[in-house]
């Protein structure tokens, strides 16, 4: 039986009516190249990354060292063009144990959770930092305010993202 579809305000159509040819349709397999411009402050924070670096910008009215780098504050609203490097360690602020994949598919049994967290970054103000994952460390022993050290990736496999730490680890 091909019922039509109801559709509130519309017409509804059946799978006939889409096999018939009654309904132009047209299917493709589009091939898109993309880009995007990561701007100044974010280009020149993935180029640090890629050496092994964090990088932050300063506000020069508040004196806020700011992480991700922006290239204004939104504070007090001026450009923020002083350059400043900070620490690979720093404090955790808040963390999760994760029982789940990126894309929400359960972790298998067996698997260790994912631990993500918010580490504030040494030399950047308060409250300032990157979300990133948690390693070498037993979920039982996490803790706000636990220092850490980020883990980099060897230089030969780094590439400019966040990624090019590998995760944060207690110290």
């Known amino acids: 039986m091909d019922e039509k579809i109801k559709v509130s305000g519309g017409t509804g159509l059946s799978s006939k009516d889409i096999s018939s040819g009654k309904i132009f349709m047209t299917e493709d397999s589009l091939d898109c190249a993309y880009a995007w411009d990561t701007g100044v402050a974010i280009n020149r924070y993935l180029s ?3 050496k092994a670096r964090i990088i932050g910008t300063k506000c020069r009215k508040c004196k806020r ?7 204004f504050c939104e504070l007090c609203f001026i450009p923020s063009n002083e350059w400043v490097y900070l620490q690979d360690s720093g404090v955790v602020n808040t963390f999760s144990i994760c029982y789940v994949h990126w894309d929400a598919s359960r972790i298998g049994e067996g698997e260790k959770p994912h631990l993500p967290a918010v580490i504030e970054i040494d030399g950047a103000s308060q409250g300032m930092g990157i979300m990133h994952l948690l390693g070498e460390v037993e979920p039982k022993h996490i803790k706000t305010g636990m220092k850490v050290q980020a883990v980099w990736k060897p230089e030969s496999e780094r ?13």
């Open 48 to 50: 640090e990354l890629k």
């Open 65 to 71: 060292v700011m992480l991700p780098p922006r290239l």
């Open 159 to 171: 590439e400019g993202s966040i990624t090019d730490i590998k995760y944060f680890k207690p110290l």
